[in-house]
């Protein structure tokens, strides 16, 4: 978990890279048209890796599997490298202008789209009227931030150049103003990452409930409608409080999402493969103590009641 949040972190930060050396390219261009044509080139190339940091930023923070990020980065980079030592840009300006620059912007919306995924459930938790989390927030800023970033340079030709500077810098000011409310001890912005500032879990309390989480689910406790957050941590032999911690700060959800997540998606399968039962009676195989409970929860995950998704083509 602490490796593959690292891993958020860099391509986070290349990613702001990329965009920052593209952008400044545009800036110098604008104010100063007889700028260096390697600067041009640097920057044109930088775009490539937009959209695959973009992708690989979410998916790290999204996804359990592991990010192979060499297929979406290295192919890019060596394409790049040798098409600028071929055709550099002093050279060949119409064929970086047109192709080079119609395959950036093809690429990149190509990843945006790609990246959507990720942003989907957040957008779901949104329509349903569900609490998000602060980290979700962060990440549809970062999500529509590039997507506008995007818009923006694409419909240069009708309106400025600069405007895609200018849009990267108002989109860079509100995602400092995120990191202000983070850090500010008078927002609540951040407030279950604030109720464990300055206290980091123990690297080996860290391992030992990477392992023993899984047992929840391997072992369907969640089945039990009465099942707590004291009874898990005496499961796993750890305090109610490192997990709790753990859940919120690692994983960045609560106990009882964690739970209803499993249950969510027992009853998935129930009602996809028990013709016989009825829905109500799936709700409690399921592990929840109510119809009402069954029937709010499930429509909050996934957007539909039990019935319409009974409805729906076997998976």
Request: proline share 2%; glycine share 2%.
């Given at each position: 978990?602490?490796?593959?949040?690292?891993?958020?972190?860099?391509?986070?930060?290349?990613?702001?890279?990329?965009?920052?050396?593209?952008?400044?390219?545009?800036?110098?261009?604008?104010?100063?048209?007889?700028?260096?044509?390697?600067?041009?080139?640097?920057?044109?190339?930088?775009?490539?890796?937009?959209?695959?940091?973009l992708y690989l930023f979410l998916r790290s923070n999204s996804d359990n599997k592991k990010t192979n990020w060499q297929f979406h980065v290295l192919p890019y980079i060596v394409s790049i490298s040798i098409l600028g030592a071929m055709y550099p840009y002093v050279d060949h300006r119409v064929f970086w202008g047109e192709w080079i620059l119609s395959a950036i912007f093809l690429q990149w919306i190509g990843y945006i789209i790609l990246s959507f995924r990720y942003i989907l459930p957040i957008l779901r938790k949104i329509k349903s009227k569900e609490s998000i989390r602060k980290l979700d927030i962060w990440h549809l800023s970062i999500y529509f931030g590039t997507l506008i970033i995007w818009l923006a340079y694409y419909t240069s030709s009708y309106t400025s150049y600069i405007v895609g500077g200018l849009s990267f810098t108002f989109i860079l000011y509100l995602m400092i103003l995120l990191f202000i409310f983070?850090?500010?001890?008078?927002?609540?912005?951040?407030?279950?990452?604030?109720?464990?500032?300055?206290?980091?879990?123990?690297?080996?309390?860290?391992?030992?409930?990477?392992?023993?989480?899984?047992?929840?689910?391997?072992?369907?406790?969640?089945?039990?409608?009465?099942?707590?957050?004291?009874?898990?941590?005496?499961?796993?032999?750890?305090?109610?409080?490192?997990?709790?911690?753990?859940?919120?700060?690692?994983?960045?959800?609560?106990?009882?999402?964690?739970i209803n997540e499993y249950r969510i998606e027992r009853a998935k399968v129930l009602l996809q493969n028990e013709s016989n039962l009825t829905v109500e009676s799936i709700g409690y195989d399921s592990g929840f103590n109510s119809k009402s409970t069954f029937f709010t929860t499930f429509k909050k995950f996934t957007g539909k009641t039990p019935s319409e998704y009974q409805k729906l083509p076997a998976k």
């Open positions: 978990m602490a490796q593959k949040k690292i891993f958020s972190n860099y391509f986070l930060s290349l990613l702001f890279l990329v965009l920052s050396i593209r952008v400044i390219k545009s800036v110098f261009f604008y104010f100063n048209p007889d700028l260096a044509n390697v600067f041009i080139q640097i920057g044109l190339s930088a775009c490539f890796l937009i959209g695959p940091f983070k850090y500010s001890k008078e927002s609540t912005f951040f407030q279950e990452k604030e109720k464990y500032k300055n206290k980091d879990i123990d690297t080996d309390i860290l391992t030992l409930i990477d392992q023993k989480i899984s047992m929840i689910a391997n072992k369907q406790l969640y089945l039990d409608p009465n099942f707590t957050l004291d009874d898990a941590a005496k499961e796993m032999n750890v305090t109610k409080h490192l997990l709790s911690q753990y859940l919120n700060v690692v994983l960045g959800k609560s106990f009882s999402n964690l």
